[in-house]
């Protein structure tokens, strides 16, 4: 195994727990939360546009697993200048912008109930907007891998 695949396989290995992290968290905590908030205030949905959100995000997050996962295996694979690659770097870019979108709304719930209830959303509020600084990263990120993919993928068919 040399250093290329050994690199890949590690960061495979990697995203495999972040998987399972954000499936476990969607199997167990989520669905605890609800069941805790529904048991200490019945009658009260206000948790529930959060949960949409929440599982939003974590979907999201799975589906940019897949890609990096699809994105490694071609990179193992000596398929690293590809279509395929530029798909998922393409797709990584969407899944970021939705994610962003998911915590835009978040952010906007929680403002808006606060109006209702008096209490202070700065702490939430501070996290999904480091939450966004951090998705905005990323999709920057994207972004410039994937526009010199592009011109090498653009070359390529000139060539051809």
Known sequence: MNVKSGSAFFLKVIAILIGIAVLAV???????????????????????????????????????LYQVFKLLTNIEKNNAFSELSLHSLKLIKKCAFAVIFFILLAIVYLKVLTQFTGDDPAGPISLGL???????????????????????????????
């Open 26 to 64: 969607c199997i167990y905590w989520l669905p605890a939360a609800a069941r805790r908030d529904a048991i200490e205030r019945p009658g009260d949905y206000s948790l529930y546009p959060l949960l949409v959100c929440a599982y939003g995000v974590c979907i999201t997050f799975s589906v940019v």
């Open 130 to 160: 480091m939450g966004i600084l951090a998705t905005s990263v990323v999709a920057a990120f994207m972004d410039v891998l994937q526009k010199p993919l592009k011109n090498v993928l653009d070359e390529q068919l000139k060539n051809d």
